[in-house]
């Protein structure tokens, strides 16, 4: 997000100030009122609120985020197939980084004490037996909880699995209309693409603005969190921070820099030395949608062709999101560990299939994973009350990670153009 005269610091630095104003409040009120009755309980009701509407919005960009890239990506059936693929596979590996690393060190359970702590008092959220048992259905019953009865209904409860299913199905319906217009009996459809990309425009503008609402929400959660809890329950974030980054470097500076020489022909010092200023600009801007002038730069520089770098840069780039899917699974676990849930492989599916359908619906855009995170929390079958306190707790090393996630896009991207590239070599549409 830009600056302005408004809000003239950076989201990042603010969020930070948030943290430590929220610490302070908490620390020293605890929960006793501290302004005209008003205690840290109520920061963090009023700090609920924010997320509630980054969810109710989130959900309506990625609908309109994939229809955009339908009505504007010039892709035909072989590359968007060899795209999907290549992503695929890559995303994959993430996850399969991901699940084991949170699976053989299970950092949440040092953190299960404190979070029944934080949500004993929340007459809304529902028992652990019974969160277990709706997240216990068999693959059938989860199957037709994905086929909505109507269109408005994963609008409505947030199902964003539904949602981009149905994104992806009328997605592809507007593809083909498009390359057939002019043809007799098919419509024109240039009205529709126009009203799509303004809804989207106005989506990301508005959720750009609630977005800047985070620092209070998360000085109000902060607050609340510190109030009942104390300090001490952040003394544990080192390990979240520590396993989430591993996985991630894991992820991009191994598997990538070979999977760019042996698919791709690139050794890693071309690949990482070429790419650095690309990736530099990611960590920086948090965007890997900002940084696509530079990634295009960089990959001509490599020696990529200008058409596989423009797919997969821009075309792709709702698909190559890697560090934002492997951030939610793993964040998502981290909780459902630290709430005590034994979740089996069956749940654990549905996470990672949440991860990827949400990140992929809003890839690039700043502040992505934490916009997209309560969804995912859902998903996960985690109550509102877990969802609403993991925000403060993450909230404090959340920039670190999102810097990090960039990086991660932005190599991702500039891997997919690699192999595109190499692959139409060697197999020309």
Same mark, same amino acid.
């Given at each position: 997000?830009?600056?302005?005269?408004?809000?003239?610091?950076?989201?990042?630095?603010?969020?930070?100030?948030?943290?430590?104003?929220?610490?302070?409040? &908490?620390?020293?009120?605890?929960?006793?009122?501290?302004?005209?009755?008003?205690?840290?309980?109520?920061?963090?009701?009023?700090?609920?609120?924010?997320?509630?509407?980054?969810?109710?919005?989130?959900?309506?960009?990625?609908?309109?985020?994939?229809?955009?890239?339908?009505?504007?990506?010039?892709?035909?059936?072989?590359?968007?197939?060899?795209?999907? &693929?290549?992503?695929?596979?890559?995303?994959?590996?993430?996850?399969?980084?991901?699940?084991?690393?949170?699976?053989?060190?299970?950092?949440?359970?040092?953190?299960?004490?404190?979070?029944?702590?934080?949500?004993?008092?929340?007459?809304?959220?529902?028992?652990?037996?019974?969160?277990?048992?709706?997240?216990?259905?068999?693959?059938?019953?989860?199957?037709?909880?994905?086929?909505?009865?109507?269109?408005?209904?994963?609008?409505?409860?947030?199902?964003?699995?539904?949602?981009?299913?149905?994104?992806?199905?009328? &997605?592809?319906?507007?593809?083909?209309?498009?390359?057939?217009?002019?043809?007799?009996?098919?419509?024109?459809?240039?009205?529709?693409?126009?009203?799509?990309?303004?809804?989207?425009?106005?989506?990301?503008?508005?959720?750009?603005?609630?977005?800047?609402?985070?620092?209070?929400?998360?000085? =109000?959660?902060?607050?609340?969190?510190?109030?009942?809890?104390?300090?001490?329950?952040?003394?544990?974030?080192?390990?979240?921070? =520590?396993?989430?980054?591993?996985?991630?470097?894991?992820?991009?500076?191994?598997?990538?820099?070979?999977?760019?020489?042996?698919?791709?022909?690139?050794?890693?010092?071309?690949?990482?030395?070429?790419?650095?200023?690309?990736?530099?600009?990611?960590?920086?801007?948090?965007?890997?949608?900002?940084?696509?002038?530079?990634?295009?730069?960089?990959?001509?520089?490599?020696?990529?062709?200008?058409?596989?770098?423009?797919?997969?840069?821009?075309?792709?780039?709702?698909?190559?999101?890697?560090?934002?899917?492997?951030?939610?699974?793993?964040?998502?676990?981290?909780?459902?560990?630290?709430?005590?849930?034994?979740?089996?492989?069956?749940?654990?599916?549905?996470?990672?299939?949440?991860?990827?359908?949400?990140?992929?619906?809003?890839?690039?855009?700043?502040?992505?994973?934490?916009?997209?995170?309560?969804?995912?929390?859902?998903?996960? &079958?985690?109550?509102?009350?877990?969802?609403?306190?993991?925000?403060?707790?993450?909230?404090?090393?959340?920039?670190?990670?999102?810097?990090?996630?960039?990086?991660?896009?932005?190599?991702?991207?500039?891997?997919?153009?690699?192999?595109?590239?190499?692959?139409?070599?060697?197999?020309?549409?």
């Amino acid at each position: 997000m830009h600056r302005n005269k408004l809000w003239p610091l950076p989201l990042s630095l603010r969020v930070v100030i948030a943290v430590t104003l929220g610490i302070s409040l &908490g620390a020293w009120s605890g929960t006793r009122p501290f302004l005209w009755g008003l205690d840290t309980g109520h920061l963090g009701q009023l700090g609920l609120l924010v997320i509630r509407l980054l969810k109710a919005l989130a959900v309506p960009l990625i609908l309109f985020a994939i229809l955009d890239a339908f009505t504007h990506a010039p892709i035909t059936a072989k590359s968007g197939a060899r795209l999907v &693929g290549i992503c695929l596979v890559n995303v994959s590996v993430a996850f399969a980084i991901g699940l084991t690393l949170m699976n053989s060190f299970e950092p949440g359970r040092a953190w299960q004490g404190h979070m029944e702590q934080l949500t004993a008092q929340v007459p809304s959220a529902p028992d652990k037996a019974k969160a277990a048992a709706d997240a216990s259905l068999d693959p059938l019953k989860n199957l037709s909880g994905y086929i909505p009865q109507s269109l408005v209904e994963p609008l409505v409860s947030n199902n964003v699995i539904s949602v981009v299913l149905i994104a992806l199905l009328f &997605g592809a319906a507007l593809r083909w209309l498009k390359e057939r217009q002019g043809e007799t009996d098919v419509a024109d459809i240039r009205p529709l693409e126009n009203l799509i990309a303004a809804v989207y425009q106005i989506l990301v503008k508005a959720l750009g603005w609630v977005v800047q609402l985070v620092p209070y929400a998360v000085f =109000g959660l902060v607050a609340q969190v510190v109030g009942k809890a104390g300090v001490g329950i952040f003394a544990q974030l080192a390990g979240f921070l =520590g396993i989430i980054s591993l996985g991630l470097c894991l992820h991009a500076l191994v598997y990538y820099p070979l999977m760019a020489w042996l698919a791709g022909g690139k050794p890693p010092q071309v690949y990482l030395k070429q790419g650095a200023d690309a990736v530099l600009t990611g960590l920086s801007t948090n965007s890997s949608l900002a940084t696509i002038p530079i990634t295009l730069r960089c990959l001509d520089t490599m020696g990529v062709s200008a058409r596989s770098a423009r797919l997969a840069a821009c075309a792709g780039t709702n698909l190559n999101n890697d560090g934002v899917t492997l951030y939610e699974a793993m964040a998502a676990l981290f909780l459902a560990q630290a709430m005590g849930y034994a979740l089996g492989l069956e749940q654990q599916a549905v996470i990672v299939f949440s991860a990827l359908m949400a990140g992929a619906g809003i890839a690039g855009i700043p502040e992505a994973g934490l916009i997209v995170l309560p969804l995912v929390l859902s998903a996960a &079958g985690l109550p509102e009350a877990v969802v609403a306190a993991a925000i403060p707790l993450i909230a404090p090393v959340d920039w670190i990670i999102a810097r990090i996630r960039s990086g991660v896009n932005v190599l991702s991207d500039m891997l997919v153009a690699i192999l595109l590239d190499a692959w139409e070599r060697r197999r020309p549409s």
